[in-house]
């Protein structure tokens, strides 16, 4: 139709409206005398690894050919890929002069903007060649990434709709209407295109690739891992597989193996700024604050974004945290539609005490894609202040116990407002939030009883608008059962004399923060040496380095606790506990026990900062580390204040 058009206004004489409806050119074929050179460049590019070969490759055929359009769009591509962007804008920007109506020139012209964060300049190729060719999908997609980054997120999603609506001609087209979809959070359609893609081509790198990248998204990271194991098989070089594996491992705490495969990732394509970032997460995790840092300005450089999170954690962990909040404040501005960016900022505020914000920001939560819970739509609406006095809410455990035991203090709270709540935690803690609660308690697994709304547990600060002078039962809420208490009174025997303490030093391995606050047991010498106190072991799971010491213990108890409600009644016999950050001390703090909670230097957002006191558990003293990974400081202060409460006690 366009060329009907175009031969219309040419007989009539209108040469410039003709040039306009003329269709669009197709990319021309290199000339003879470099196509040798230009295959050996589109071969070595391909690779990934000989990138650096084919611009070289590439180069020597401009020499020979300076305005040989089709090397020139390879020469962009490839410059781009290796961070030369100043070279790959000048190719671009010869190409399009020589060949004007070539959409796929103004595509890569707009490529190399983009990845200069050069965005408008980008939207203005992308729109000409659209212009050019308007049903080609891939331009549609890197026009709505565009806008993503222009923080146009209502153009961006229009952008991706066009490109789910539009009838996909061959594999690559597919891959970008599943990723678009992906992007639109319509997962099942994206892993059904994708299906369909494998079904033709089984072994296709870029479709296997997405798919494993959905299944990270929807928490079937065995199935990626599988998918990623046979993409690094068939291309043990590709850049991709080892940067996906590398995310892989880090969102399930594997953070040796991690780094392994970003820093394979990194050597492989040193330039690339998703690389970066997810290695400067992984060496962060690891405690290499410097590397992680250095390595996060690079990506933040090349791209804005979610380079900014990883920045903003890395100089958290620093306590660095006016820094960290404007890297924070600046990704949930670059990316207001991710869940992640918010909830990044969401634990800075809280940190920082600005309870009124933070809360509100940790809501975003449930959109972000890591987030091991699944929200429970179909439980109901969430309960708000408006919903009818007298309704049923459920209230479900979403996080970890310590988390679980933190908000139980909240409940209470809808029972005085006129509802009627009913309770789902962890199996381990039904008993205890039934010793507390006046309410229908369920062990999670359990059959409940529908209600009228439903809210997370962690969900209640936000919806009741808690602030820090306005947290309810600081003193303690929960109670040990007398039984229980008297039952392990008869087991551990007290005489006395000797001061009873609890000692906890290590929390779950596998969690996000273990490597900063768990304490090897060896570290505890001080402590374990000041004489007139009997240790009991508040530690479930051991550690094989720790063995050696164990003796200097009495560990056989909390190995004869079945649940919490055990765990609370050995815990009421003793006199002081010492524990990490983990659930013990939350069991410890809701019980009102005397409590000193060794931080490290960057702590969680509950115990906020520089001060020794917490606002959640009155009971609870904090002994923090003055600077990164140096527990001697604070262990010794303990073994002080051990020494001191010995003489009391005598």
Known sequence: MRGFLATLAQDAGRRELAAELAPADPMPAPGLPVAGLFNEALRQAEQGKTLPAAGRTVEKALKKAPDDVACLALAVMVFTLLGKRAEAEAF???????????????????????????????????????????????????????????????????????????????????????????????????????????????????????????????????????????????????WRVHYNLCGLYYETHRYAEAEKAGRKALAINPEEPSIQAVLA????????????????????????????????????????????????ERQAAAEPDHGGAHFSLALHLLRQGNYQRGWAEFEWRWRWEQNPETYRQSAGPQWTRAMRKGSTVLVWAEQGLGDSIQMLRCVPLLIEMGYNPVVEVQKTLQPLARRMLSCPVYAEGDEIPATDSQIPLFSLPYALGLRLDSIPATASYLTADPALAATWREKLQPDGRSLMVGLNWAGNPRHGNDAHRSIPLAALDKILGVPGVRFISLQKQGRAEDAPLLDRLETRWIDEAEDFADTAGLIANLDLVIAIDSAVIHLAGALGKRSWLLLPFCPDWRWLTDREDSVWYRSLRLFRQPSYRDWDPPLGRVAEELEKAVRTNG
């Open 92 to 238: 671009g920007r010869r190409a399009v002069e020589l060949a004007p109506r070539v959409p796929a020139l103004h595509l890569n012209l707009g490529n190399c903007l983009r990845d200069q964060q050069r965005y408008e300049e980008a939207l203005v190729c992308y729109r000409v060649a659209l212009d050019l060719a308007p049903a080609v999908i891939q331009t549609w997609f890197n026009l709505a990434q565009c806008l993503a980054q222009l923080n146009r997120m209502e153009e961006a999603r229009e952008a991706y709709r066009s490109v789910a609506a539009m009838p996909a001609e061959n594999i690559p087209a597919e891959i970008c209407r599943a990723a678009a979809l992906a992007v639109l959070d319509r997962l099942t359609e994206a892993e059904a295109v994708l299906d369909h893609i494998l079904q033709q081509a089984p072994s296709h790198g870029m479709a296997l690739t997405e798919l494993a990248s959905l299944y990270r998204r929807t928490k079937r990271h065995g199935q990626a891992e599988t998918i990623l194991n046979r993409l690094l098989e068939s291309d043990p070089e590709g």
């Open 281 to 328: 997460s992984t060496l962060s995790a690891n405690g290499d604050l410097s590397e992680a840092e250095a390595l996060a300005r690079k990506a933040v450089e090349r791209r804005q974004g979610r380079s900014l999170g990883v920045l903003g954690l890395v100089l958290e962990r620093q306590c660095r945290f006016a820094e960290a909040g404007e890297a924070f």
